[in-house]
């Protein structure tokens, strides 16, 4: 039998304005999923100690430890999915928010449809949700490299030792691409449509940050990437041999 969900996706709404965080509230739920929502850092520590959240949709400017800070606590502890709200249309903002191991990043003032979109977007992209028969199934798509096996069907990054390598949605979908189109150079403006399936302003920090983080976590040194390699003036290249399982 299949393994239904049981409870709508749950969205934990960070925000210091109470007057945003109940016009979310009662979006999202007019939208079917279940919503939580904290004015600060202690309240959405309180919440995600007490319950399980789907994704996270954290304002940047905050009273006492500001959107960044928290983001980096939450990271520190979860892969959950992270969007961050940003007060003004600043790149160093975005920027930062992806260094830190935000999913995606939108500018205020912002309309819902938009915002509903943005979340829909990276939940789809999360790791699935499989029934007991497609556990037991092999996948179809696995890659083995440099002691890393990439189960994309499950999402899963692991060390030929059995360890999980936990990434987060974005860095996820970043390594894909790159294992995918292996020995190819990629142009970071490729990268950010292949990643993002729709048309960002492709800020070359932006990849930059994503790489970066993904390089700590894969590369045996990361001040010299043997893996993920970068061509000057261009984009990156996935240098390692890629090879993939079929069913």
């Known amino acids: 039998m299949a393994n239904a969900r049981a ?10 304005d109470p007057r945003i965080r109940q016009m979310l509230s009662r979006y999202f739920e007019e939208e079917g999923y279940r919503v939580s929502l904290a004015g600060d850092g202690d309240e959405m520590r309180a919440c995600l100690d007490k319950q399980s959240i789907d994704i996270i949709l954290l304002d940047l400017m ?3 430890q500001d ?20 007060g003004r249309n600043d790149v160093v903002d975005r920027v930062v928010g992806l260094e830190v191991g935000a999913d995606d990043y939108i500018a205020k003032p ?17 790791q699935p949700q499989l029934s007991q028969g497609d556990r037991d199934a092999p996948s179809a798509e696995v890659y083995y490299f440099e002691g ?21 949605t974005g860095e996820f979908d970043m390594l894909c691409v790159l294992v995918k189109h292996a020995g190819r150079v990629l142009q970071r403006e490729l990268l950010m449509d292949l990643t993002r399936g ?13 790489i970066a983080r993904l390089r700590r976590k894969i590369e045996r040194d990361p ?10 003036g261009v984009g990156y290249v996935f240098s390692a041999r890629a090879t993939r399982q079929h069913a």
């Open 7 to 16: 409870l709508p996706e749950h969205i934990l709404v960070v925000d210091d």
């Open 198 to 210: 729709r048309n960002l302003e492709a800020f070359d920090r932006t990849i930059d940050a994503q």
């Open 62 to 64: 905050l009273p006492g």
């Open 110 to 126: 912002f309309h819902l449809r938009e915002v509903l979109a943005r979340i829909r977007g990276v939940l789809r992209r999360r």
């Open 148 to 168: 890393l096996r990439l189960d994309v069907d499950r999402r899963q990054l692991v060390s030929d030792d059995g360890r999980e390598i936990p990434l987060t």
């Open 223 to 232: 001040s010299r990437p043997a893996l993920i390699k970068s061509v000057r």
């Open 67 to 86: 959107g960044l800070s928290l983001a980096r606590d939450i990271r520190s502890r979860s892969d959950v999915p992270l969007i961050m709200l940003t």
